[in-house]
């Protein structure tokens, strides 16, 4: 059963170029959750999603972010004209609905965004 | 001030003592999350708690309701452990929203 798959694990971008990051949740997890982490600093929420829906974007940047999680295929959480700020490690996580009230996340490896 | 605090931020021990991370709250809680994070690596959940103590080889997490206090501890710590530690606790007030701590860098030298 193969965990939180994300990619790209590395991703270089110039500035005003788009950065788009995948997420496949475990297998029977309809719930996913995107964290940014920047350099030397600790996770911050930005997008909880479920099949179709946002459910909860408070964290995400009002410009520029946005993230979907169709009923087929990964989530994405896609970044239009990146700025050298956005470079971090983006973090996937997924719960199944039973464990979704517990907050037991099951994390990926992170993609790391470096913009030029 | 945070509603997780942990201590300490930064931790460097031997090889083989034992090691202690603290994790304070501020808010009701439904569950404590304790999760370890190597340098350029992922995330990875190693405990989650809502009462008492449980243990997983070397690693040893305990909670205190009353005072609001977790503890993560290592027993013979190895270079391997090196890592940084976050404690996460699920708010009793939100359906799946977790409060983080900023985490706690340990490194072990041989």
């Known amino acids: 059963n193969a965990g939180v798959m994300q990619n790209p694990r590395h991703l270089v971008r110039r500035r005003g170029q788009e950065a788009r990051l995948r997420c496949s949740p475990m297998?029977?997890?309809?719930?996913v959750y995107w964290y940014r982490q920047l350099p030397e600093e600790g996770l911050k929420f930005m997008v909880y999603l479920q099949k179709e829906n946002i459910i909860d974007e408070s964290g995400m940047p009002k410009e520029r972010f946005s993230a979907e999680f169709p009923k087929e295929g990964p989530s994405i959480l896609r970044i239009q004209q990146v700025v050298r700020g956005d470079s971090a490690a983006y973090f996937c996580a997924s719960s199944p609905a039973y464990l979704a009230n517990t907050g037991e996340l099951f994390f990926g490896e992170g993609s790391r965004l470096t913009v030029l | 001030k945070n509603e997780v605090e942990q201590s300490p931020q930064n931790l460097t021990a031997q090889e083989g003592e034992f090691i202690t991370i603290n994790c304070s709250y501020s808010v009701g809680i439904s569950a404590l999350h304790w999760l370890q994070q190597h340098p350029g690596g992922g995330i990875v959940s190693l405990f989650m708690l809502s009462s008492g103590k449980k243990k997983h080889g070397r690693l040893i997490a305990t909670i205190n309701i009353q005072e609001k206090h977790s503890s993560l501890h290592i027993t013979a710590s190895h270079p391997r452990d090196s890592a940084v530690y976050i404690c996460a606790v699920k708010n009793m007030d939100s359906n799946y929203q977790l409060i983080w701590g900023a985490g706690t860098k340990l490194i072990i030298k041989p």
């Open positions: 297998k029977g997890h309809s719930h």
